[in-house]
């Protein structure tokens, strides 16, 4: 059966029909029936001569004029109106055709429809792949923007910070030689202290901000040397003896294989390493607890274990913590004391522990069952090092020879 006639002949009922329902129930506008008309003979060509070209060219057309926003709702736009269409399609075959045509039309459409139902939700999907895709990448971008201009904010601020910071230094060192007081003046001392005391911690927290911008920008350079771990723990544990008295806090280094061996680190930068997690431990430690530092022996590796019995991280910040200014709770809760309970800081430390760690070559996680200040279920720290039993290079070989031959 030649089904071109039927359709030509068929063509204004279902113009008019179908353009009426859709303005009436799906706020398509009016002007559309030219629109449909187009489709109409792309249907023709589907039916008559399974020429589907044409209908994919005409969903394509409608794809590329489709707006940001019915791109970004999730509900396919398109596919619900071609399906409107073919539910009203058949409905107007069936009225208004005889029995014969109209069963003849519909098994030439239904193949057509069928086509482009799939052909829609394929396209569909990759234009919102590539939609979301998109966002996603500018998202990115703007987020390493961000990340970049804090990090230039950092290195900017610190610099500028030194310069006033080092002549406030050098002028309250001055000040007792210059002034006509005397310098057992017990007031006199007490406020100098003070300045003292601000300004080494105002110095403390400007390098570790010029430290952060050096990993940031992967210029932390490590000057590798003999190291024996528990030498570090040691030391770091002496700094801290007064605070932990205070604080009444026990320290327990349990030695452990590996640990008072000789390896080439930066002893420096490790140091620093741990005397941040150290001093974490008795930040976040309540007066009485104990901090126990363990550790074993892995293949090529060290893992130094440090665990304390504070208030503990809640899972969802062990990632968060380690990102710059990832101090948790309440900003405006700060309080300055380095090692008083619960005292806060800027949120640098663990940022620069975990650059330093990671250029050794090594990683840091932590483990906690959460945050509760009453129950305290404690932190634990682990630090995964390489053991470098040979030095980095000639120069540092000839430097250690005595050293490393007498091993
Ligand atoms: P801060 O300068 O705030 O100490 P850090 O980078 O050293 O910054 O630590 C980031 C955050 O991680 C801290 O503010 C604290 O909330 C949390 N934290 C670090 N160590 C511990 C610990 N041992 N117990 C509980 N919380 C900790």
Redesign the pocket.
Known sequence: MDLRPILEKIRPMWLASISEYLASEQGVRKSFREELDGFYNCILDAAADANLSPLERQVDDWLKSQTETEVDRLDSTLLTLVNSILVHSLRVFRENLDADEALAVIEAVMPAFAHLILYISLAETSLRIQHFTDELESARATLERLEKSKSDFISVAAHELKTPLTLVDGYASMLPESLPISASDAQVNILLDGIRAGTKRLREIVDDMIDVSLIDNNLLALNFQPVWLDRLFGLVQRELGKVLKDRNLNIVFNPFPGSGEMIFADGERLLQAFR??I???V???PDGGTITVDGRLLPGFIEMV?A?T????NPE?HV???E?F????DVTLHSSGKTKFMG??????????KGVIEAHGGTIW?E?AG?DEIRCP??T?HVLLPVRKSPPDEKIAKLFHSLLENR
């Open positions: 941040n997690i001093t974490n431990a930040k976040y430690t440090v304390d504070g208030i503990g991280i910040d968060h913590i380690f710059k990832g101090r948790l709770g806060g800081g800027p949120g640098l430390g663990l940022p620069i522990t932590v906690s945050r404690g932190t720290f």
